[in-house]
């Protein structure tokens, strides 16, 4: 069974950081990308970033590009993001995601909410 569960966010000011972790089980980790969406109250979920199985490659939406960075460790079969300078706007539950290899179907955690707020 596929299992994600993040953690890690939180109330904070303008300005300041998180750093969001999502745990796998259930796939082998260490073969597929990783994606980040979120979703704020009353808007459309939104892609975040995305890390590739290797963790070489990265991409960012242009709204948190240069802010916030993905990276992930295969032994422990959890990626991160760390979100710096945070915003106002960034305020939204934060989800990681992913598509099994040799699946058709996407699969999300609970999420954990981050609040950016003076």
């Known amino acids: 069974e596929v299992n994600l569960a993040e953690s890690g966010g939180g109330l904070v000011q303008p300005g300041e950081s998180l750093r969001l972790s999502c745990v796998a089980s259930?796939?082998?980790?260490?073969?597929?990308?990783m994606h980040w969406f979120r979703q704020a109250p009353g808007k459309e979920v939104e892609w975040v970033s995305r890390?590739?199985?290797?963790?070489?490659?990265?991409d960012y939406a242009d709204s948190v590009k240069g802010r916030f960075t993905v990276s992930r460790d295969n032994d422990k079969s959890t990626v991160f993001l760390q979100m710096d300078n945070l915003k106002p706007e960034d305020t939204a539950v934060y989800f990681c995601?992913?598509?099994?290899?040799?699946?058709?179907?996407?699969?999300r955690g609970q999420g954990t909410q981050v609040t950016v707020s003076s």
């Open positions: 995601q992913v598509r099994p290899v040799g699946s058709n179907t996407d699969y």
């Open positions: 259930g796939f082998p980790f260490s073969r597929v990308a």
């Open positions: 890390i590739s199985s290797g963790g070489l490659s990265t």
